[in-house]
DNA sequence: GTCTATAGATGGATAGAC
DNA sequence: GTCTATCCATCTATAGAC
């Protein structure tokens, strides 16, 4: 099975390795999604993956490695299936996306993600709060990388041609804001004002509903 | 001058005793607005201070109470700004404001406070990190008393009685997550992205397209 | 590669002199 | 009320045995 020629003595080492690494990734990322990066030990992530205390820095590092990299990751999924809807938007209108599958590819990748039946739920949170709570690496890198927003950006300009730049700029941070507000905390906080009315639970229904109200407010 | 029937020997005590616990309050707030929460020490406050490392306990009992009483202070602050703001429109349109003067009340203090001419902008900032990173304490309170946001609810179901409420509540959300967007590293990322070409300076014109985006949302 | 033990640094809180 | 010195808990990171 082994497609090394050694399979006998320690030949689980490199599934080991995968399975230990994975384990801690998986555990920062839902502990740190849950109760914010300052707030979690390197002993609380080993305890909760069950694995010895070494193994965040043999594997990562570092505490800041570790966070970083599951940054990283999420960042980069979650822009790659914006960025291909995007694309495919472009290829449906002629190179020229109407604003609302733009917003459309802006926000249907991290509400799908945001469905409880989805794993990623949690990657989201942990996307969410890294934003405003990371290290000054991460918000480095979210300050100076605009080159994915660059491309929404663009495509908004090109479909309000019409439009100040200007106005298309503050209109994008407003739906970007809509997108963020999407954390467990605040969402709670809407449930209880709603007394239950707002179910999170129907992520199609509020896709549609970010959608007609961003849509609206671009509409002028 | 003093009103005490003793102006000398130690007099100088309750003036200084407010002086010194002014100061550390301005300077948590400011730390905390820009660092974040976990990110400053009580070292840090002191020395920012100009007071000695014992006064923090002295006067606020911890670090915890500190940072949850600042943040009462100016939660309470705001919300009565808004409040008033409410009850004046409310009073302009005998009981039943439109929705773009409730959207007002809810925009119109915190963008005051944003002006960079303003001192009150370092405190929406700390605010804004506050609700996200805050204690376990400022997030029960948050989650709990919605009493405030609950007569924008109940006033925005009244100008809306056509709308499922919520479909309100929603959009009140939205519009929320357009406030919370206001922080300095969102901002700054907007104008990296713009290329100059969005300037917080003007809160006046950025009030006017927040509730022309946000009325447009929800105008449906 | 795994695990224990511990180094090394930092931070919150407080005792006690003034 | 102020300030210094210090206690004690906690954390990251690593050395070294297995």
Redesign the pocket.
């Known amino acids: 099975m082994s497609l090394t020629d050694d399979p006998g003595a ?1 030949s689980q ?2 599934e ?2 995968a ?3 994975q384990l801690v990734f998986n555990a920062a990322e839902r502990l740190f999604a849950l109760h914010g990066f300052q707030n ?6 080993t305890a909760e993956a069950g ?9 990562f ?6 966070l970083f990299e599951i940054f990283r990751r999420r960042t980069q999924e979650l822009n790659r299936e914006r960025a291909r809807m995007l694309h495919e938007a472009s290829d449906r209108n002629a190179g020229k996306p109407p604003v609302r599958e733009i917003l459309t590819a802006l926000f249907a990748p991290p509400l799908r993600w945001l469905d409880p039946s989805n794993d990623r739920r949690i990657s989201l949170q942990f996307l969410i709060r890294a934003r405003s709570e990371g290290t000054a690496e991460i918000r480095e890198v979210l300050g100076r990388d605009v080159s994915h927003l660059k491309r929404f950006a663009d495509a908004l300009l090109a479909a309000r041609p019409d439009l100040p730049p200007e106005e298309v700029y503050w209109r994008l941070h407003f739906v970007l804001g809509m997108i963020h507000q999407n954390r467990f905390m605040e969402l709670d906080r809407l449930h209880v004002l709603s007394e239950g009315a707002t179910r999170e639970g129907e992520v199609d229904a509020l896709l549609e509903r970010m959608l007609d109200f961003a849509e609206a407010g671009f509409s002028r």
Chains 1, 2 share one sequence.
């Not at 694995?51 to 594997?59: D, G, K, M, P, T």
């Not at 590092?61 to 570790?66: F, H, I, R, T, V």
Request: hydrophobic share 35%.
């Open positions: 320690e080492t490199p080991a390795e399975a230990t690494k979690v030990s390197v002993r609380d992530i694995v010895n205390l070494a193994s965040v820095n043999y594997h590092g570092s505490k800041d490695s570790l």
